[in-house]
Nanobody, 122 residues
Framework: QVQLSESGGGLVQSGGSLRLSCAAP????????MAWYRQAAGKQRELVAR???????NYADSVKGRFTISRDSARNRVYLQMDNLRPEDTAVYYC????????????????WGQGTQVTVSS
């Protein structure tokens, strides 16, 4: 099963920063669009930010001005810089690719990572 690999979560105080990283598998040729989602305890998973191959970005209103998504297309990686964190940002953060094109042109759809915990203390 194809999976994305996330890292960078942890515990931070309110107002602090964290940087999440996500990598596609080594046999990946291209990933047109990558995104970060999060799911807080007892809540539905929600989109945090998305970035396209053309570097178009969109953010949830709750994180605009605080979070920045970026990508390294050559390495098929996506990052989420999270600044001025708040307790309400506490959640498991998931990386997602709606489509991964493998080296052999096989296409994998709706690929997720295992999630990384972000906890913000007040």
């Amino acid at each position: 099963q194809v999976q994305l690999s996330e890292s960078g979560g942890g515990l931070v105080q309110s107002g602090g920063s964290l940087r999440l990283s996500c990598a596609a598998p080594g046999s990946t040729f291209n990933v047109p669009s990558m995104a970060w989602y999060r799911q807080a305890a007892g809540k539905q998973r929600e989109l945090v930010a998305r970035i396209t191959q053309n570097d178009d970005k969109n953010y949830a209103d709750s994180v605009k001005g605080r979070f920045t998504i970026s990508r390294d297309s050559a390495r098929n990686r996506v990052y989420l810089q999270m600044d001025n964190l708040r307790p309400e940002d506490t959640a498991v953060y998931y990386c997602n690719a709606d489509k991964i094109i493998r080296v052999g042109r096989q296409i994998e759809y709706d690929v997720w990572g295992q999630g990384t915990q972000v906890t913000v203390s007040s």
